[in-house]
């Protein structure tokens, strides 16, 4: 059997399993929180651009709300992505360095993981890769005019819309014509800047979107990157940096990776393509690198340097795979491992099952228990309003549990267009995409005929709130009963009515704290 014909079995076969396995955990709150961006449309986000949420909305249309509707893309992305990368190396080296680069890219638990759950990632990884692909066509086709050139700048430019960090391919572009003598010369054609004129295109909804509204992404990139801080040198950051990537990337394939990536050092100063692929990962790597020195990043941040980087992987030890009968096992252990570590990391109950002791906080958590603690918390609330009388509406502590409850309410009464399920606790800060949707201490427009109540708290919003006078259930994840003073202060009275509590192989995953807040009045200037 051909090496493509190989690939594409493999590709396949995996697509199919992964389909199968969309819908056997939970959504994360990271796809619950997306899903709400895609039934609320608009041209960007608090934190991010609109492509995932355009991406879940339009798998949602045809499937419906459910799991397997909002996951719908990343399995096809990932088989996508796959294949891209193998024509891509095939181009580049050859079939068989193509096949170890799609096997060991499929390996890693963070890409393997991340084509089962629906984020930023997929999107991001694909455009990536498409980009880097298109790019090495137009170069090809130098001197010569190739619609490839747009086409590259577009690809970044729809990357950027789902993740900003794929703005750094413009850098990794540049940096491949600066660096080679005989491509200097494409900075006075018009390509490139048709490139560039098609990137900023894309770029027009989210700049739009931020003036707007007070710039905010501009605001949460630097908090999250604790930018808004003064630098500091911290080893410990770095390391864990370092050290997450040894773990998530499984530590075979990392070292693996590593070496051949620095074994090519000096190699990139001589051949064109393992230039070309080295810089089409370092400047990812080296920004969050840096960042890191400061406060770790996250492991997932920098997954688009190892896209090229996996591809120099494949055909550096595809050179010495023959020779040496160590490396074959070492290739074939490595593969094992990551698949392995992709397995436990999406339900680690597989170790607990076989008696083995860890800790019940982990991330497969995340995958687990939002579906049967939004039940108790929808079956508390009808037998509340049945003793009541009272319809009452919901409210969470973070956005993590209001898009989870949000999502899995079956009866979700939206109070009115573009409204949520689910509130957050109400604030003047501009915390996450929560505070530009409607929320329950506005004031809308008081109808003619209608009198404002009377009230000893005085306000300068114009208009009535409607929210003034009800009850509501605030939920909480909490280890003490303590509440914020914006739930305390806003409703005349607050009382515990239960507590839920998700458990697994005996132990407490998921605990929830339920509060009856009664009578809601506007909090006072």
């Known amino acids: 059997m051909s090496n493509t014909k190989a690939v594409w079995y493999f590709v396949l076969g995996l697509l199919a399993i992964r389909l199968t396995m969309l819908g056997t955990t939970d959504l994360t709150f990271d796809e619950a929180h997306y899903w709400m961006w895609s039934e609320r449309l608009a041209p960007s986000y608090f934190s991010k651009g609109p492509g995932v949420a355009f991406a879940i909305r339009a798998s949602t249309d045809i499937f419906g709300d459910s799991v397997f509707g909002v996951r719908f893309w990343s399995p096809i992305l990932g088989a996508a992505t796959s294949l891209l990368i193998f024509y891509f190396t095939r181009r580049l080296f050859n079939a068989t360095a193509g096949f170890w680069a799609v096997l060991i890219l499929n390996a890693i638990p963070i890409f393997h993981i991340g084509n089962l759950v629906m984020t930023i990632d997929p999107l991001s990884i694909f455009f990536w890769v498409a980009a880097m692909f298109t790019f090495w066509l137009a170069l090809e086709r130098s001197p010569d005019f190739s619609w490839f050139w747009p086409i590259t700048g577009l690809l970044v430019g729809l990357g950027f819309l789902c993740k900003y960090t794929n703005a750094l391919e413009l850098l990794s572009i540049v940096l491949v014509l600066a660096l080679v003598p005989r491509l200097r010369r494409e900075f006075q054609r018009p390509g490139l800047y048709l490139l560039l004129g098609a990137f900023v295109l894309c770029t027009l909804p989210p700049i739009i979107w931020n003036a707007q509204h007070a710039w905010i992404t501009l605001a949460h990139l630097r908090s999250r990157g604790s930018l808004d801080q003064s630098f500091g040198i911290r080893p410990g950051e770095l390391l864990g940096f370092l050290g997450a990537h040894f773990f998530i990337f499984s530590p075979l394939l990392f070292l693996g990776l590593a070496w051949a990536v620095l074994a090519n050092w000096r190699r990139a100063r001589q051949q064109f393509k393992t230039l070309y692929l080295f810089w089409f990962g370092l400047p990812v790597f080296g920004f969050y690198f840096l960042m890191s020195i400061n406060k770790q990043a996250a492991p997932n941040w920098d997954a688009l340097a190892f896209a090229s980087w996996g591809v120099l992987a494949a055909a550096y030890w595809q050179e010495r795979l023959n020779s040496s009968k160590a490396l074959k096992g070492f ?195």
Not at 376 to 389: I, Q
Not at 408 to 432: A, F, M, T, W
Request: proline residues 6%.
């Open 331 to 525: 290739l074939a252990a490595s593969v094992v491992l990551g698949l392995a570590i992709s397995l436990v990391g999406l339900d680690t109950d597989i170790l607990r099952s076989l008696g083995v002791r860890i800790p019940r906080s982990d991330p497969a958590d995340r995958l687990r228990g939002w579906k049967s603690a939004t039940t108790a918390v929808e079956k508390l609330r009808a037998d509340l309003e049945s003793k009541s009388g009272e319809q009452l509406f919901l409210i969470a502590d973070q956005r993590d549990r209001a898009s989870e409850l949000s999502f899995y309410l079956r009866d979700k009464r939206l109070e009115g267009p573009g409204h949520p399920p689910v509130y957050i606790v109400e604030s003047q800060d501009l915390l996450n995409q929560f505070s530009f949707w409607p929320r329950y201490d506005e004031f809308v427009e008081a109808p003619a005929n209608v009198r404002p109540p009377d009230s000893e708290v005085y306000t300068e919003e114009s208009g009535v709130n409607p929210f003034e006078g009800r009850s509501a259930l605030y939920v909480q994840s909490s280890r003490t009963d303590d509440l914020p003073h914006n739930i305390t202060a806003a409703f005349q009275s607050t009382e515990k009515v239960a507590t839920i509590e998700v458990r697994r192989f005996g132990t407490k995953m998921r605990e929830w704290r339920i509060f009856l807040c009664r009578n809601y009045r506007t909090l006072p200037l």
